[in-house]
C-alpha cells in the first residue's frame, strides 16, 4: 500500500513538473445540480434461467429537461458489464418469454404518445412492435407456452373503429366536445388529471406472431370496472387479475378481489373475495393454496391498517405474521427512488410450497426474508442497514435480483443466491459520481418522547462535523402521515449537510414500519401528539450541544407540510419554516383532494356534521400565532393536497397579517415534486428550501424573497 501511495505522489509530481494537466480526484461535497447525474435502476427482471437481468436505466436529459428510459441487460453472475438492449428514450416493463429468447416491453413514440408493446429477439435485430392499440398497451405478462401475451388497455370499440376508418382514408370523426359531466366524487387523480369514467383498463390477449405479420388483439372483458395485475395459470388455460368492482368504492372499506376468466374469453369466475384488498396473489406450486398481500378491514375503520401476507386456502384467509411490527415490501421513504419505471416486488412460493420470499419493512429499512407458510417464522435472506426497493426471482427461488439503496447510495441492481445467501453486485451506474462525493453516514438514535414512547430517529451531520462547533439545524418531517424515514439515500437530506446544516429526521407516532398500534393511534388526533414527539427529539439534540438552539427550521412536505404548519403555530422556536405541497385547513382539503374521506378514517365525521373538529385541527385557524418566517413551496397541479387549502391559505393568512411569508409555484407539478417532477424543478426546489435556510438560520443576504 505504502508502495502504490509513493508510486503515485512520484508521477503526480513528475506530472506537474512536465506542466501535464492533471484532474483534481480529492472527495469534493455533494451539490444540488448532482441530481442530474443520478442514474436510476427500475424494475429488474431475471431471466428464466437465471443467468441474466434485464432492467430499466433511468438517466436526466437535461437538455431536454426530461427523464428517458432504455433496457439493459447483465449476467447474474456480475461475469460481465451490462449491456444495453434498447435506445430508449421511452422503454420500459421488459419481461422474458419462457424461454428466455425474447423480451416483450412497452415503448411510447414520444412523451404524449400512449405506450405500445414491442418485442425484442435476444439473438439480436431490431424490436418490432406487437400492439397499435388508441389507448395503448399495459406491462406485458406471457402465456406459459409463449404463444401469447395478455396485458391492460382501456381501448374501446368505437376507438378501434375510428382507427381503422383513419387508416382506411375515411373523414375524420366529429370533433368531440371537451365539456365534462362529473358524476363521481372521485372525478381527478394527482399525476393523472381528469379522470375518464368511459374508459377502463381490461384484459387482452394477442398472439405472438412467428413473422412480421401483425396479429389483431382480443379483448376478454369489458364493462365499467378496472381490472389489474394480469397473470397466466400455470396450464395456460386462464388469466387472473384483480378488480374492484363496485360502483363508488369511497363509500366503502377498502375492497378488492381476485378474478379468472378463460383464456379465450368466456365466463368471470371469482377466486378471492375476502372482508378487505388483495393484491400480488400468486399460486401454490400444488394450486391448492394461494398467497397474497392484503388485510382484513376492522370492525372500526382505522387510518391505516397493516397489510400482512395471507394464504388463502379452502375459502378462507390466514395472515402469516399478525403479531409482527414491520409493513409487506419496501416502504422507505426518501427522494431517490426511480422517477420512472416501476419497482415490481411480488411474493413468491418456493419450489416445495412450504415458505414464501419478499421483503419486509421494519425501523425505517427492508430485507429480503422468507415466510415460512406453516409456522409464519421469518428468515432473513439480507440483512443490514438498506432499503430493498423491488425484486424480483427465478420461479424455483435459486436467484433473486432486486435493487438497493442506502444512506450514502443511490439504488444499484444486485443478485441474491438464495441457498448460500451470497450476494453480488451487478451494477455500478453511480459509482464514478459516489466516489468523488463526500456523504457522511447518519447517526440512528432512540428516544423516549413526552410519555416515554420510544421514537426513532437519525441525525445527519455536516461533512468534517466539530463537536465543538455551533450549528444550524434543519428539522425534517415525513408525509404519509403513515410512512417513515429510514435507511436509504435521500440527496435533500446530504445537500442539506454539505450546507453546513445538522439534519435531523424521525419518525414519530403514526409513522410505520413500527407495528399497527404505532401507526394507528393518531387517529382522530392528527396532527398532536406527533409534534410532541418531533419536539422531543429537537429537545435532545440541543441537548448534545453542537447545534445553535436560535438557529433551528424545520420542513416538510405533505403530511410533513401539515405538521411543519401546525408546529410554527405551536411554538416560537423554528427560526424558519418551508412547508410543501401542505394542508392548512382540513374541511377545504376534504371537500378539494382528488381522493375523498367519505370513511371516518382521519375524522369521526364529515365537515357538515363535526366542522369545529375539523376548524380546531386546521393551522390556518392559528395563524395568528405565527412569527416565524414561512415558504410554501406548491405545484401548481398538485391534486392530492390542492395548493388552494394548504399553502395559498396559509400564505394569504399570514399576508393579511403583514407577516413574513413567501410563495414559490411550480408550474405543471404534481404532489410528486420531489420524487419525479421535472429534473430543473426538483433542483430548483431544493434551491429555495435551503436558501430560506440560508437566508434566515444563517443570515446570508438572498434577495430573492424580498417584496417586488
Same mark, same amino acid.
Given at each position: 500500500?505504502?508502495?502504490?501511495?509513493?508510486?503515485?505522489?512520484?508521477?503526480?509530481?513528475?506530472?506537474?513538473?512536465?506542466?501535464?494537466?492533471? /484532474?483534481?480526484?480529492?472527495?469534493?461535497?455533494?451539490?444540488?445540480?448532482?441530481?442530474?447525474?443520478?442514474?436510476?435502476?427500475?424494475?429488474?427482471?431475471?431471466?428464466?434461467?437465471?443467468?441474466?437481468?434485464?432492467?430499466?436505466?433511468?438517466?436526466?436529459?437535461?437538455?431536454?429537461?426530461?427523464?428517458?428510459?432504455?433496457?439493459?441487460?447483465?449476467?447474474? @453472475?456480475?461475469?460481465?458489464?451490462?449491456?444495453?438492449?434498447?435506445?430508449?428514450?421511452?422503454?420500459?416493463?421488459?419481461?422474458?418469454?419462457?424461454?428466455?429468447?425474447?423480451?416483450?416491453?412497452?415503448?411510447?413514440?414520444?412523451?404524449?404518445?400512449?405506450?405500445?408493446?414491442?418485442?425484442?429477439?435476444?439473438?439480436?435485430?431490431?424490436?418490432?412492435?406487437?400492439?397499435?392499440?388508441?389507448?395503448?398497451?399495459?406491462?406485458? +405478462?406471457?402465456?406459459?407456452?409463449?404463444?401469447?401475451?395478455?396485458?391492460?388497455?382501456?381501448?374501446?370499440?368505437?376507438?378501434?373503429?375510428?382507427?381503422? /376508418?383513419?387508416?382506411?382514408?375515411?373523414?375524420?370523426?366529429?370533433?368531440?366536445?371537451?365539456?365534462?359531466?362529473?358524476?363521481?366524487?372521485?372525478?381527478?387523480?394527482?399525476?393523472?388529471?381528469?379522470?375518464?369514467?368511459?374508459?377502463?383498463?381490461?384484459? *387482452?390477449?394477442?398472439?405472438?406472431?412467428?413473422?412480421? /405479420?401483425?396479429?389483431?388483439?382480443?379483448?376478454?372483458?369489458?364493462?365499467?370496472?378496472?381490472?389489474?395485475?394480469?397473470?397466466?395459470?400455470?396450464?395456460?388455460?386462464?388469466?387472473?387479475?384483480?378488480?374492484?368492482?363496485?360502483?363508488?368504492?369511497?363509500?366503502?372499506?377498502?375492497?378488492?378481489?381476485?378474478?379468472?376468466?378463460?383464456?379465450?374469453?368466456?365466463?368471470?369466475?371469482?377466486?378471492?373475495?375476502?372482508?378487505?384488498?388483495?393484491?400480488?396473489?400468486?399460486?401454490?406450486?400444488?394450486? +391448492?393454496?394461494?398467497?397474497?398481500?392484503?388485510?382484513?378491514?376492522?370492525?372500526?375503520?382505522?387510518?391505516?391498517?397493516?397489510?400482512?401476507?395471507?394464504?388463502?386456502?379452502?375459502?378462507?384467509?390466514?395472515?402469516?405474521?399478525?403479531?409482527?411490527?414491520?409493513?409487506?415490501?419496501?416502504?422507505?421513504?426518501?427522494?431517490?427512488?426511480?422517477?420512472?419505471?416501476?419497482?415490481?416486488?411480488?411474493?413468491? *412460493?418456493?419450489?416445495?410450497?412450504?415458505?414464501?420470499?419478499?421483503?419486509? @419493512?421494519?425501523?425505517?429499512?427492508?430485507?429480503?426474508?422468507?415466510?415460512?407458510?406453516?409456522?409464519?417464522?421469518?428468515?432473513?435472506?439480507?440483512?443490514?442497514?438498506?432499503?430493498?426497493?423491488?425484486?424480483?426471482?427465478?420461479?424455483?427461488?435459486?436467484?433473486?435480483?432486486?435493487?438497493?439503496?442506502?444512506?450514502?447510495?443511490?439504488?444499484?441492481?444486485?443478485?441474491?443466491?438464495?441457498?448460500?445467501?451470497?450476494?453480488?453486485?451487478?451494477?455500478?451506474?453511480?459509482?464514478?459520481?459516489?466516489?468523488?462525493?463526500?456523504?457522511?453516514?447518519?447517526?440512528?438514535? *432512540?428516544?423516549?418522547?413526552?410519555?416515554?414512547?420510544?421514537?426513532?430517529?437519525?441525525?445527519?451531520?455536516?461533512?468534517?462535523?466539530?463537536?465543538?462547533?455551533?450549528?444550524?439545524?434543519?428539522?425534517?418531517?415525513?408525509?404519509?402521515?403513515?410512512?417513515?424515514?429510514?435507511?436509504?439515500?435521500?440527496?435533500?437530506?446530504? *445537500?442539506?449537510?454539505?450546507?453546513?446544516?445538522?439534519?435531523?429526521?424521525?419518525?414519530?407516532?403514526?409513522?410505520?414500519?413500527?407495528?399497527?398500534?404505532?401507526?394507528?393511534?393518531?387517529?382522530?388526533?392528527?396532527?398532536?401528539?406527533?409534534?410532541?414527539?418531533?419536539?422531543?427529539?429537537?429537545?435532545?439534540?440541543?441537548?448534545?450541544?453542537?447545534?445553535?438552539?436560535?438557529?433551528?427550521?424545520?420542513?416538510?412536505?405533505?403530511?410533513?407540510?401539515?405538521?411543519?404548519?401546525?408546529?410554527?403555530?405551536?411554538?416560537?422556536?423554528?427560526?424558519?419554516?418551508?412547508?410543501?405541497?401542505?394542508?392548512?385547513?382540513?374541511?377545504?382539503?376534504?371537500?378539494?383532494?382528488?381522493?375523498?374521506?367519505?370513511?371516518?378514517?382521519?375524522?369521526?365525521?364529515?365537515?357538515?356534521?363535526?366542522?369545529?373538529?375539523?376548524?380546531?385541527?386546521?393551522?390556518?385557524?392559528?395563524?395568528?400565532?405565527?412569527?416565524?418566517?414561512?415558504?410554501?413551496?406548491?405545484?401548481?397541479?398538485?391534486?392530492?393536497?390542492?395548493? +388552494?387549502?394548504?399553502?395559498?391559505?396559509?400564505?394569504?393568512?399570514?399576508?393579511?397579517?403583514?407577516?413574513?411569508?413567501?410563495?414559490?409555484?411550480?408550474?405543471?407539478?404534481?404532489?410528486?415534486?420531489?420524487?419525479?417532477?421535472?429534473?430543473?424543478?426538483?433542483?430548483?426546489?431544493?434551491?429555495?428550501?435551503?436558501?430560506?435556510?440560508?437566508?434566515?438560520?444563517?443570515?446570508?443576504?438572498?434577495?430573492?424573497?424580498?417584496?417586488?
Amino acid at each position: 500500500m505504502r508502495l502504490i501511495r509513493r508510486r503515485t505522489k512520484l508521477a503526480l509530481f513528475l506530472a506537474l513538473l512536465s506542466g501535464i494537466a492533471v /484532474a483534481d480526484t480529492s472527495p469534493r461535497l455533494i451539490t444540488e445540480k448532482d441530481l442530474l447525474a443520478f442514474k436510476w435502476i427500475a424494475d429488474p427482471q431475471i431471466s428464466p434461467d437465471g443467468a441474466s437481468v434485464a432492467y430499466v436505466l433511468v438517466t436526466v436529459n437535461e437538455k431536454e429537461d426530461r427523464y428517458e428510459t432504455s433496457l439493459w441487460v447483465v449476467p447474474a @453472475t456480475g461475469a460481465s458489464e451490462p449491456r444495453r438492449l434498447t435506445t430508449g428514450p421511452r422503454d420500459a416493463a421488459p419481461r422474458w418469454s419462457p424461454d428466455g429468447r425474447t423480451i416483450a416491453f412497452s415503448r411510447g413514440a414520444d412523451e404524449k404518445a400512449r405506450p405500445q408493446i414491442y418485442l425484442l429477439s435476444m439473438s439480436g435485430g431490431e424490436p418490432r412492435r406487437l400492439t397499435d392499440l388508441p389507448r395503448g398497451a399495459g406491462v406485458p +405478462a406471457w402465456s406459459p407456452d409463449g404463444a401469447r401475451i395478455a396485458f391492460g388497455s382501456g381501448t374501446t370499440d368505437k376507438e378501434l373503429e375510428e382507427q381503422r /376508418a383513419s387508416k382506411g382514408g375515411a373523414r375524420e370523426t366529429p370533433k368531440k366536445s371537451d365539456v365534462r359531466v362529473v358524476t363521481r366524487a372521485v372525478y381527478r387523480s394527482n399525476g393523472q388529471g381528469w379522470l375518464d369514467p368511459s374508459h377502463h383498463d381490461h384484459v *387482452w390477449v394477442v398472439a405472438v406472431p412467428a413473422g412480421d /405479420a401483425a396479429p389483431e388483439p382480443k379483448r376478454l372483458t369489458s364493462g365499467r370496472y378496472d381490472e389489474t395485475e394480469i397473470a397466466w395459470s400455470r396450464d395456460g388455460s386462464r388469466i387472473f387479475f384483480i378488480s374492484d368492482r363496485v360502483d363508488e368504492p369511497y363509500y366503502e372499506p377498502p375492497d378488492s378481489n381476485l378474478y379468472s376468466i378463460p383464456a379465450d374469453g368466456g365466463t368471470m369466475d371469482t377466486v378471492i373475495d375476502i372482508a378487505g384488498p388483495v393484491r400480488g396473489a400468486v399460486r401454490s406450486p400444488d394450486s +391448492a393454496s394461494w398467497a397474497f398481500v392484503g388485510s382484513l378491514n376492522p370492525p372500526q375503520v382505522q387510518s391505516h391498517t397493516r397489510s400482512d401476507i395471507y394464504v388463502f386456502r379452502d375459502g378462507r384467509a390466514r395472515a402469516l405474521t399478525p403479531a409482527k411490527d414491520f409493513e409487506i415490501g419496501s416502504s422507505v421513504g426518501g427522494d431517490q427512488h426511480a422517477p420512472r419505471g416501476t419497482s415490481p416486488g411480488r411474493l413468491l *412460493w418456493t419450489p416445495d410450497g412450504r415458505g414464501l420470499l419478499t421483503a419486509v @419493512t421494519e425501523h425505517g429499512r427492508s430485507n429480503l426474508v422468507r415466510v415460512d407458510v406453516a409456522t409464519g417464522r421469518v428468515d432473513p435472506l439480507t440483512s443490514g442497514d438498506h432499503d430493498v426497493m423491488a425484486w424480483m426471482s427465478t420461479a424455483d427461488g435459486s436467484r433473486v435480483a432486486f435493487t438497493m439503496s442506502d444512506d450514502t447510495h443511490v439504488g444499484e441492481l444486485y443478485a441474491l443466491d438464495t441457498a448460500s445467501k451470497k450476494v453480488r453486485r451487478l451494477t455500478k451506474v453511480n459509482e464514478a459520481l459516489f466516489a468523488s462525493l463526500t456523504l457522511p453516514e447518519p447517526e440512528e438514535i *432512540w428516544y423516549p418522547s413526552f410519555d416515554g414512547t420510544k421514537i426513532n430517529a437519525w441525525i445527519l451531520k455536516p461533512p468534517g462535523f466539530d463537536a465543538t462547533r455551533k450549528y444550524p439545524m434543519i428539522v425534517e418531517i415525513h408525509g404519509g402521515p403513515h410512512s417513515a424515514y429510514g435507511r436509504t439515500f435521500t440527496h435533500e437530506f446530504q *445537500w442539506m449537510a454539505a450546507k453546513g446544516y445538522v439534519v435531523f429526521y424521525t419518525n414519530p407516532r403514526g409513522s410505520t414500519t413500527y407495528g399497527q398500534d404505532f401507526a394507528n393511534v393518531i387517529q382522530y388526533r392528527y396532527p398532536g401528539d406527533d409534534f410532541k414527539d418531533i419536539m422531543a427529539g429537537v429537545d435532545l439534540v440541543l441537548a448534545k450541544g453542537y447545534v445553535d438552539p436560535k438557529k433551528v427550521g424545520v420542513t416538510g412536505g405533505s403530511g410533513g407540510g401539515l405538521l411543519t404548519n401546525w408546529a410554527v403555530t405551536q411554538t416560537d422556536r423554528f427560526a424558519a419554516a418551508v412547508s410543501q405541497r401542505s394542508v392548512g385547513d382540513w374541511a377545504s382539503f376534504w371537500y378539494t383532494a382528488d381522493f375523498s374521506l367519505f370513511t371516518p378514517s382521519w375524522f369521526k365525521g364529515n365537515p357538515m356534521q363535526d366542522g369545529e373538529e375539523f376548524w380546531k385541527r386546521s393551522p390556518v385557524r392559528y395563524a395568528d400565532k405565527i412569527v416565524t418566517p414561512m415558504l410554501f413551496v406548491e405545484g401548481d397541479d398538485d391534486l392530492r393536497t390542492p395548493p +388552494a387549502q394548504g399553502g395559498e391559505a396559509m400564505f394569504r393568512a399570514l399576508k393579511a397579517q403583514k407577516k413574513t411569508a413567501v410563495m414559490v409555484r411550480f408550474p405543471g407539478e404534481t404532489h410528486e415534486l420531489s420524487r419525479s417532477g421535472k429534473p430543473s424543478h426538483r433542483v430548483e426546489r431544493l434551491q429555495h428550501i435551503v436558501n430560506w435556510f440560508e437566508k434566515y438560520l444563517k443570515g446570508e443576504k438572498i434577495d430573492t424573497y424580498d417584496l417586488q
